[in-house]
C-alpha cells in the first residue's frame, strides 16, 4: 500500500508539473514576450513619428504638401499612445514576467530542495502548489483590478 500511495504522490506531482506548473510558466512567458513586442513596436513607431515632425515643419515653408505628412505622422503618434495607455503592453509584460521568473524560481527551489523546501518535516509538494497556485491567483487579481480600475475611469467620465 505504501508502495501504490507513493506511485500516486509521484503522478500527481508528475501531472502538476506538466499540466499545471509548465503549463503557467509557458503562458506567462509567451504572453510576457507578446506584450513586450507589441509595447516596443507602438513606442518606436512613436518615437518616429513625433522626431520627424519638428523637422518637417521646418521644411513646411517650401513644400506645402508636407503639412498632409506631418498631420498624418501626428495622427500616427497618437493612435500609438493611445494603444499603449489602453492596452497597457508596458504594464502587462512587467507583470507577466514577473509571474513567470516567480513560478520558474518556485519549481527550481523545489526541485533542489532548497529554501522553503529544505525541511524534512513539511510537505514540500503541497507548500509548491500552494505558492504556485498563490502567484497564479494574485496575478489574476492583478489583472482583474487593473481592468475594474479602467472601466471604473470610464463610467466617471460618463461613458459606458
Not at 505504501?2 to 509521484?10: A, C, D, M, Q, W
Request: aromatic letters at 16%.
Amino acid at each position: 500500500m505504501t508502495k501504490e500511495n507513493n506511485s500516486k504522490e509521484i503522478d500527481l506531482e508528475s501531472y502538476y508539473f506538466d499540466e499545471r506548473l509548465e503549463n503557467q510558466i509557458n503562458w506567462y512567458d509567451k504572453k510576457s514576450a507578446f506584450n513586450k513586442k507589441r509595447f516596443y513596436f507602438f513606442k518606436a513607431t512613436q518615437i518616429f513619428c513625433t522626431s520627424l515632425i519638428p523637422v518637417l515643419v521646418g521644411l513646411l515653408l517650401k513644400e506645402h504638401w508636407l503639412l498632409y505628412l506631418i498631420s498624418f505622422l501626428s495622427l500616427v503618434s497618437v493612435l500609438c499612445q493611445s494603444s499603449l495607455s489602453l492596452f497597457k503592453y508596458q504594464e502587462n509584460w512587467i507583470q507577466y514576467r514577473d509571474t513567470a521568473e516567480s513560478l520558474q524560481h518556485e519549481k527550481y527551489m523545489y526541485q533542489t530542495k532548497t529554501g522553503t523546501y529544505d525541511n524534512d518535516e513539511l510537505d514540500t509538494f503541497k507548500t509548491l502548489v500552494e505558492r504556485s497556485e498563490a502567484l497564479i491567483s494574485s496575478e489574476n487579481v492583478n489583472w482583474a483590478n487593473m481592468n475594474l480600475n479602467y472601466k471604473g475611469s470610464e463610467n466617471k467620465n460618463g461613458k459606458a
